[in-house]
């Protein structure tokens, strides 16, 4: 199916995703005009400078005015607030979109916003980083990942097509699903593994101070990972779990019933029952490797911290 | 402190660390003759058509036999044999060692073998990766990471430094601590992040089929980090948790009071904790790459996996 070319793109909030899809849009020529605008006057600012956008708008509702597609790339919680300043703004036939990691309480929240003429369709791109704010936003950060949208039942086709269209064109691999099924899936691929690295790097900060310092020192054996991952932005992550919060407390509940069976198995002095689990866990990432999503890379080919001997 | 050479250093054991002793050793001409064993025939011969070994001996007594110091690189449940096997060997002086990721079992395990004219100085250097083998060694793996030592009581300080000069001219940083508190530092930046990554692999996998693939699929969520951790050797992981169980178990416990705190903020929709919980944990990983521990390239500066389009 050919979809029709994006005249006008409207990214709401220019941060590490939003920036990156300006960035991917203009250096693949997907859209006419790129249109920028963020709630912070000092981020606007630091977009102007840093150039990836073909206008900085002030507010939300001059950015969507005359857009065909309108991508709000806030914190969850805020996407019904931005929904609410751009949708009476939104044209005929105009797509509103977002890029929230939770996607039921997204939909719940935009749709009284959106006008019978215009098009909600939800999407989530399984990408990113650590860091955020617009420098940390870079055009290929969608390639060779997955974009989930999550049109609601009755979507127009062809406005979903168009959405995917712009994905595939940074480089994404669509598919789409039920906004409750991608809620269930993140929480195991994405929220619980996201909160129990919060945790452990909480846990480790609540020791004695003494120890802590060891533990930074000593980090190397597994724990600095988990510090990447819980060096995410805090805002982000909060809005994730109070919106997500059954899927999470579901799959979080099975995470700590098989905890205590292992648990159960160190007290217990049980062997043949920690072989047994650490040697079926090793499938899954071999599974992940040929599938394209991760380096087989010893230490995933991390380079030494700059000024570190080598 | 000037430490005596090393004429004949043997190693016992050709895995991911004991390959990588003898690669640094001899590249760096830190011994004579380095000598490798290994209870696998299989194993010595790869090690002999590897060639990083100036001798490869059929057994670690034979192995052991005139060393000046002999390293142990086995799983921790196995250094006992090896001490049973070496220790009628030891000639006066020699320096029995290991670098088992548990250090007070160890040490229990293979002093009532060592002969009193010889000096037992159990280490461990802090640094891996996911794979084994004498294939997965290199020499530069020491390079900037901390290698512990546990000399027991009233060892004697001209063997520590002679084993800690080794260890330096490796290109790892030296401390010295008892067993004891080696085994709860380690207990929580290496052991607890090891089960756990293992139990939410495992978690996963669990889950009906078409979600475990769908699972593999979205991994880049944070997910794929685990698997990384949960991949590790299967016999090395067991090996630990039998041996550390105390230290373990005092750790686990910890950290699933903090997971009930944050599932409780979670259910009761208290954003101001998840929010203040997010905020602290970021420091932590600051300190680790100010400490050379960790690079700042976002996502570890991981590569994509090869065929993986960019
Ligand atoms: N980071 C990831 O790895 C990742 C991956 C996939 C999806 N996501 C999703 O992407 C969305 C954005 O994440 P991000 O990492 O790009 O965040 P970010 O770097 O923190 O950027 C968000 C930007 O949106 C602005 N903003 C907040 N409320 C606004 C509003 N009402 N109107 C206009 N702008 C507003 C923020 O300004 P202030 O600084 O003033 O708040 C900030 O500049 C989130 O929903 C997240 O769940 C993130
Ligand atoms: N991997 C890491 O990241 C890491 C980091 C720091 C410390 N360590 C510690 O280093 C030690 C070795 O780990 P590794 O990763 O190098 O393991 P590895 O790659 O699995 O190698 C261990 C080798 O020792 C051999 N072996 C087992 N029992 C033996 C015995 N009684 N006599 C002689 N050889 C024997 C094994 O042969 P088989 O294959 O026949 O068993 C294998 O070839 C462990 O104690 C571990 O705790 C590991």
Redesign the pocket.
Known sequence: MSAARISRLAV????????SIARAAREKGLADTVVV????PG?RARVRLLGFADVVAET?AEAARDADLVI?????C??G??AA?VGPELKPGAILS?????KGAVLEAMAPFVPPHAHLIPA???????F???E??FAALFENRWCILTPPEGADPEAVERLAALWRGMGANVEAMTARHHDLVLAITSHVPHLIAYNIVGTAAHLEETLTSEVIKFSAGGFRDFTRIAA??P??WR??FLTNREAVLEMLGRFTEDLSALQRAIRYGDGEALFAHFTRTRAIRRSIIEMGQETAAPDFGRRPAPGAAE
């Open positions: 709401i909030g220019a941060g590490l995703i939003g920036s605008s963020d709630a912070d981020v939300a709000a790339c806030v914190p969850v805020a996407s607030a931005v300043e977002d890029v929230g990691s939770v989530h791109p399984v990408a990113g980083t650590e955020s704010g617009p940390a936003g995410s932005d805002t982000m809005d994730v």
